[in-house]
């Protein structure tokens, strides 16, 4: 008997999953979910985006599983079903990623910060200002000053001209870069899910929160764990608060003081920690890679030592992290494209009419028109 590949594990039989009431329901949540990521990330300096699975998303999916359990009580199809509320999960995430910090809360931000911060004093007016394009970016004063000292609103007509072209030519760039990232999954997903079986783990949390029965709610683990989180959370609250309620020391702390001698001084600012949600988090990721995180961790840190045994350190950002970085993600692109050469080779065949031919009947799109896409959306991309 054929076993299923990781991505149908939980199939759920003939449900739909992207319905209109999913889809409706996933639209009246956006806003309230923007505002609350707007409340934690930029008043409150906390980054739930900042780690996967994304923490607000995994609180809507679990109100709305417990909201669905509740409603099923009474009718059984009042409840959403797993696939639907796997859908509003996903957009939710989506949403979440690109309203985050990473994302549209800078973005937005710094349109018009080179204009309503230029002084005689920084020259910026003479030494970029010619450089930026009017369309990408918002020059007038008169809407600048109220949308950075506040006092006044957005909706007003000429606060609204003044970002109007700038706002559709960056939302048209991040709906193509979104176009164009489901065209490489339509290529991809076959190559990754049903050849190579990629088991995605951070996907495994609401597929078990989701699953019909509710087994990932009876789990005594689970519960013993989630209330030793909860506990060390609402202790450490209550001694912010109170400061005689004892504080469990679960964030990050500096043991440099046990690296003062050079050279091992070198190695900066090591901190070490025991976040719940870390640990948490942790359980999701492959064991060598969880490894790896923790080896080349502390093999950077000894390329610091080495780089002050040697003299190096006097060279301008050595051991050039971010270069570094950057070619791991190179390699890991080239391992990527060898191991899936073979899969990569039939879907081009396919598109230039070759003579392969590929069922891609279950493809969110068929291939040419995935390779057409990410294509032209690419040659966009590079042009803006």
């Not at 910060?113 to 970016?137: C, G, H, I, K, Q």
């Not at 979104?178 to 997903?189: A, E, S």
């Not at 001698?261 to 920690?273: C, E, F, K, L, Q």
Request: charged share 15%; glycine share 6%.
């Amino acid at each position: 008997m054929q076993e299923k590949p990781p991505s149908q594990e939980y199939a759920t039989g003939n449900e739909t999953g992207v319905t209109p009431r999913a889809v409706l329901i996933a639209l009246i949540i956006t806003p309230l979910n923007i505002y609350w990521i707007i409340q934690l990330e930029v008043v409150r300096y906390t980054h739930p985006t900042l780690i996967h699975p994304l923490s607000n998303v995994i609180f809507i999916l679990f109100l709305l599983t417990a909201l669905s359990f509740g409603l099923r009580r009474l009718a059984p199809t009042l409840g959403l079903n797993q696939g639907e509320l796997l859908t509003i999960y996903v957009m939710q995430a989506i949403v979440s990623s690109l309203c985050s910090h990473d994302m549209m809360e800078i973005l937005v931000t710094i349109l018009g910060y080179p204009f309503r911060f230029a002084t005689p004093e920084n020259e910026w007016r003479d030494l970029f200002w010619t450089s930026l394009p009017n369309w990408l970016v918002v020059r007038d004063m008169r809407a600048l000053i109220p949308y950075y000292e506040g006092n006044s609103s957005l909706y007003i007509v000429e606060h609204l001209r003044a970002w109007l072209v700038p706002a559709f030519w960056w939302i048209s760039f991040i709906l193509v870069l979104l176009f164009v990232m489901l065209c490489i999954n339509t290529i991809l997903r076959k190559q990754w899910a049903e050849r190579e079986r990629l088991t995605y783990p951070i996907i495994q949390l609401p597929l078990e929160m989701t699953q019909p029965g509710g087994r990932f709610f009876k789990n005594r683990l689970m519960w013993i764990g989630f209330a030793i989180a909860a506990s060390i959370s609402i202790i450490n609250l209550l001694n912010s608060i109170y400061p005689s309620v004892p504080y469990i020391p679960v964030k990050r702390q500096s043991i440099s003081h046990f690296f003062t001698d050079r050279p091992w001084n070198a190695m900066g600012g090591v901190r070490i920690s025991f976040y719940p949600f870390a640990i948490g988090v942790s359980f999701l990721i492959p064991l060598d890679l969880l490894f790896s995180c923790w080896v080349f961790y502390w093999l950077y840190k000894m390329e610091l030592v080495a780089g002050s045994v040697i003299g190096w350190r006097t060279a301008s950002r050595f051991p050039y992290a971010n270069e570094q970085a950057f070619g791991a993600y190179i390699g890991l692109l080239l391992f990527a494209l060898w191991v899936g050469r073979s899969h990569l080779k039939q879907v081009l065949r396919h598109v230039l009419g070759w003579g392969a031919s590929l069922d891609d009947s279950s493809e969110p799109m068929s291939y040419r028109k995935a390779f057409i896409g990410m294509l032209l959306g690419g040659i966009f991309l590079t042009v803006f």
